[in-house]
Nanobody, 119 residues
């Protein structure tokens, strides 16, 4: 099992910045990809950014140029630096970890952290 604990959400004005953190514990040795997803009220959960063991990153078009995902493998922690925040970035942000188990990928999720961007 993998446990994920997020922190860093909050209320910020448009144009501001936030840094989200997610610390993984448990069976972290086989985690391949970590990332951030978000879910706004009434909408489906969507990908924000991911980073794999090799450091390759993937971003949603809506956050490219404004967000940076990074990973500290020694601390089993992933970060999401969000700049130039917009009201449409308001959502619950969830940390994700994906690891291989018995030949299949297994996803783990954090409890979520709320980000509210005021206009």
């Amino acid at each position: 099992q993998v446990q994920l604990v997020e922190s860093g959400g909050g209320l910020v004005q448009a144009g501001g910045s936030l840094r989200l953190s997610c610390a993984a514990s448990g069976s972290t040795f086989s985690i391949n990809t970590m990332g951030w997803y978000r879910q706004a009220p009434g909408k489906q959960r969507e990908l924000v950014a991911t980073i794999n063991n090799g450091g390759s990153t993937n971003y949603a078009d809506s956050v490219k140029g404004r967000c940076t995902i990074s990973r500290d493998n020694a601390k089993n922690t992933v970060y999401l630096q969000m700049n130039s925040l917009k009201p449409e970035d308001t959502a619950d942000y969830y940390c994700n970890a994906r690891r291989a188990r018995a030949g299949a990928w297994v996803d783990y999720w954090g409890q979520g952290t709320q980000v509210t961007v005021s206009s």
